[in-house]
């Protein structure tokens, strides 16, 4: 559950840890990473705040989970500043809109739910959603597992100056 001194300090920390394990990172440090993958897609439907439903090219269904962020819950409990991020993000992402689905090679290719993990890319202006999504507040930075994704550092920006706007759910919850 989302309230605004547990979900500030719960972020601040994890980018705080984020930025501190991106930097700290030396060549002896370094993997082998993937190299980034992209497709196209189209928007079938917003499940929530950070997952979309998509058509894949080949015809194919899949369920995508945007990388690096966490928005309130809107299932299983209703949380302060749930129901706008879905807003956003269904305003964002209305049914039928083409994107491109881009893969972190820092970051696993699907999560335990079997969910495409992707930065969702609005076709029509390249514009990153995830991003959007926390530039208005209505998303948190999310590192899973203390591996910070490639954007980490970008979107603590957007994150920082949607904190000091008072923007989406750090001005509402």
Known sequence: MLRRGSIQARVSVVVAGALLLALAATPADAVAVRPALGQRATITKVADGDTVNVRLRSGRQARVRLIGIDTPEVYSGIECG???????????????????????????????????????????????????????????????????????????????????????????C
């Open 82 to 172: 749930g129901p706008q991020a879905s807003r956003s993000l269904e305003r964002l992402l209305p049914s039928g809109t083409p994107v491109r689905l881009v893969s972190d090679p820092t970051q696993d290719s699907v999560d335990r739910y079997g969910r495409l993990l992707r930065y969702v890319i609005k076709e029509a202006k390249n514009a990153d959603v995830n991003r959007i999504q926390v530039r208005r507040g209505w998303a948190a930075v999310y590192v899973y597992n203390h591996n910070p994704f490639k954007r980490v550092t970008s979107y603590g920006a957007a994150q920082a100056e949607a904190r000091a706007h008072n923007r989406g759910i750090w001005g509402l």
